[in-house]
């Protein structure tokens, strides 16, 4: 099992809906969590983390934890074109209490909004 | 700030030479990653270093890549000899703290080994 598993997609949605994605870990201990976007020729920038159960908006974004079920996803309502990329989601994985102090990505799931 | 700068932004060499890229954290941070990007593989951290020390080296492939931090202003990441294989787009992050913090990619630099 992967440590942090994501739909590859591609995902496709229509311009306005609202784009799910959903991001497993495999470590009971991870406190961090982040999603990052990437475009086609770009690094990886944040847009959104969260480290407690439950939700948190920003915007249009709304990131959701379940550490219980060891599930983050996340939430672009009014989708536009311009949201069309690669998104990562990164777990601090922690071992034995211990944290790696690094981050662990998806393989990512690719987001494409049609007008 | 100018955020992480990256040097160079594209490489292409012959198989057997080396290769040395170069990053440039933001000024302050305390924490840096190099990570190699692959369609095959995805994103994956090669070496961290924390207050210019290495720290985590277990995703180096093997013993032809090389890292180090001099300094906190600087770092390279040396492939001796390099392969087809190493193929890449190479990133460096920093982050003020741990995992917890935000990490800031800087540009990337694409690696072509014919």
């Known amino acids: 099992q992967k440590e942090v598993e994501q739909n590859s997609g591609p995902l496709s949605v229509p311009e306005g809906a609202i784009a799910s994605l959903n991001c497993t870990y495999s470590?009971?201990?991870?406190?961090?969590f982040f999603w990052y976007r990437q475009y086609s020729g770009k690094s990886p920038e944040l847009i959104m983390s969260i480290y407690s159960n439950g939700d948190k908006e920003d915007g249009r974004f709304t990131a959701q934890l379940n550490k219980a079920s060891q599930y983050v996803s996340l939430l672009i309502r009014d989708s536009q074109p311009s949201d069309s990329a690669t998104y990562l989601c990164a777990v601090n994985i922690y071992s034995g209490g211990t944290s790696y102090g690094k981050l662990t990505f998806g393989q990512g799931t690719i987001l494409t909004v049609h007008p | 700030d100018a955020g992480v700068i990256q040097s160079p932004r594209h490489e292409v060499t012959e198989m057997g030479q080396e290769v040395t890229l170069r990053c440039k954290p933001i000024?302050?941070?305390?924490?840096l990653f190099w990570y190699r990007q692959t369609m095959m593989r995805g994103l994956e951290l090669l070496i961290y270093f924390n207050n210019n020390v290495p720290i985590d080296d277990s995703g180096m492939p093997e013993d032809r890549f090389s890292a180090k931090m001099p300094n906190a202003s600087f770092s390279t990441l040396k492939i001796q000899p390099s392969e087809p294989r190493d193929s890449a787009v190479y990133f460096c992050a920093s982050s003020l703290g741990s995992g917890t913090d935000t990490q800031y990619f800087g540009p990337g630099t694409r690696l072509t080994v014919l």
């Open positions: 000024s302050g941070h305390d924490y």
């Open positions: 470590d009971r201990g991870s406190q961090s």
